[in-house]
Nanobody, 127 residues
Framework: QVQLVESGGGLVQAGGSLRLSCAAS????????MGWFRQAPGKEREFVAA????????YTANSVKGRFTLSRDNAKNTLYLQMNSQKPEDTAVYYC????????????????????WGQGTQVTVSS
């Protein structure tokens, strides 16, 4: 099992930047593909970005492509989401998620592919 704790959320002005972190417990972080999802008020939770267990492959949603960058440090058991050029529509609770996999290059993008979730961190972008 793995426990996930997000941090780094907060209030930022449009055009600003934030970096989210997701710290994972346990010693097998590199066994998990990881993803970020977000849920805005009154909306369904949606996919943001995902990264393979090796960190060698990433995939980002079109809505954030070119602005958000996903990375991981397997030695530190931490997943990151660098968010630049933020827009008010990026306002949401951001969740990190994990799924154990034997596929080094796989990038799960559906919520039902993940079985571990963090508690979420609020990101608010003011206009």
């Amino acid at each position: 099992q793995v426990q996930l704790v997000e941090s780094g959320g907060g209030l930022v002005q449009a055009g600003g930047s934030l970096r989210l972190s997701c710290a994972a417990s346990g010693r097998t972080f590199s066994s998990y593909a990881m993803g970020w999802f977000r849920q805005a008020p009154g909306k369904e939770r949606e996919f943001v970005a995902a990264i393979s267990r090796s960190g060698g492959a990433t995939y980002t949603a079109n809505s954030v492509k070119g602005r958000f960058t996903l990375s991981r440090d397997n030695a530190k058991n931490t997943l990151y989401l660098q968010m630049n050029s933020q827009k008010p529509e990026d306002t949401a609770v951001y969740y990190c998620a994990a799924v154990g996999t034997t596929d080094w290059g796989g990038i799960p993008i559906r919520q039902d592919q993940y079985n571990y979730w963090g508690q979420g961190t609020q990101v608010t972008v003011s206009s």
